[in-house]
């Protein structure tokens, strides 16, 4: 009960900040411009930050080095995620514009945004150490190779021409957030409190402007754009069942002595919502904003009733 009462908050929350962006897109007080600032904002400024200082206040060298286990097999949770998806991407014929929602939707979750406070609420501060290692393999699979399935899925790009490679896009600046914390992490380099302060605070908008970004493109493409089309269902199927069905398989059949604190985590995570960034990510590469809307408010209000039947497994 107290799952379910969690869940049921958390998705409250994210659906009233969402409707606050519907709403203020429909009256007229947000511009078109404002569309693209917003979406600026959080993927190079707010977001590399809120990562940065994440790494920093969660993670230690000492809990990296003795969760390398559990890395493992979150890395392996993922890669078979990317070959299914994938491979169901040509099986259903899934049209360019979407492959890229797909693929992210079907493998990414949304572990600091609704993942972690969550965990928190279930589990308790003791497992925070065993989010990491689900938090550490997410960061590093959404960053590093799921942009690029987006990016790869521009139906605008003519695929009979070649371009010159964008080196730009090899480190999105996420990926470099992340990749400069753990610089600062391995080495041991303080980060003044005032910077820190400031960091948190900049990085703390991300979650409510993405939110309120998903109410605008919600606004402009109308309340009928929330239904369970084909893509749909196939990409939620591959996102709440058969994501923690790999993760649960491959606990039950490697670590079989893992502490049930860490395992229960991890599966929690892997069927967490989708990326509430997403459809940014696929605007910046004109992608089909809507159908990825779609999916990630689907995911997040369908999450209440996924929880109390994972619990119940865990």
Do not use: C
Not at 77 to 92: E, M, N, Q
Not at 94 to 100: C, K, Q, Y
Not at 212 to 240: E, N, P
Not at 304 to 310: A, Y
Request: net charge positive; proline share 4%.
């Amino acid at each position: 009960m107290n799952a379910f009462i969690t869940s049921v908050q958390s998705v409250v929350e994210i659906v009233l900040i969402i409707a606050l962006g519907y709403i203020l897109r429909r009256s007229g007080k947000l511009s078109d411009s404002f569309k693209g600032n917003i979406s600026y904002l959080i993927m190079n400024i707010a977001l590399p930050l809120s990562i940065f200082v994440s790494v920093l206040r969660y993670l230690t060298r000492g809990r990296l080095v003795s969760l390398s286990g559990g890395l493992l097999f979150a890395a392996a949770s993922f890669f078979l995620g990317y070959v299914i998806a994938y491979l169901l991407t040509k099986i259903f014929r899934i049209r360019a514009g979407r492959r890229g929602t797909f693929i992210n939707m079907f493998v990414n979750a949304n572990t600091i945004f609704i993942g972690l406070p969550l965990n928190l609420a279930l589990f308790g501060s003791k497992s925070m150490p065993y989010f990491l290692i689900y938090y550490v393999m997410n960061t590093i699979s959404t960053w590093a190779i799921g942009v690029f399935f987006i990016s790869a899925d521009d139906p605008t790009k003519d695929k009979g021409t070649k371009t010159s490679f964008n080196w730009k896009k090899l480190l999105p600046m996420p990926l470099v957030g992340f990749l400069f914390s753990l610089v600062f992490l391995l080495l041991a380099i303080p980060v003044p409190a005032w910077i820190d302060t400031t960091f948190s605070t900049v990085g703390g908008i991300v979650t409510p402007m993405s939110l309120i970004y998903i109410g605008i493109v919600l606004a402009d493409a109308g309340l009928k754009s929330i239904h369970f089309d084909r893509d749909s269902i196939l990409v939620l199927i591959g996102r709440f069942i058969i994501a923690p069905a790999l993760m649960i398989g491959i606990l039950h059949l490697f670590a079989a002595g893992m502490p049930s604190l860490e395992s229960s985590t991890l599966i929690i995570q892997s069927a967490a919502p989708g990326l509430a960034v997403l459809p940014i990510l696929v605007g910046q590469s004109h992608g089909d904003v809507e159908y990825a809307t779609n999916v990630v408010t689907t995911s997040t209000v369908l999450f209440i009733i996924v929880v109390p039947i994972l619990m119940q497994l865990v």
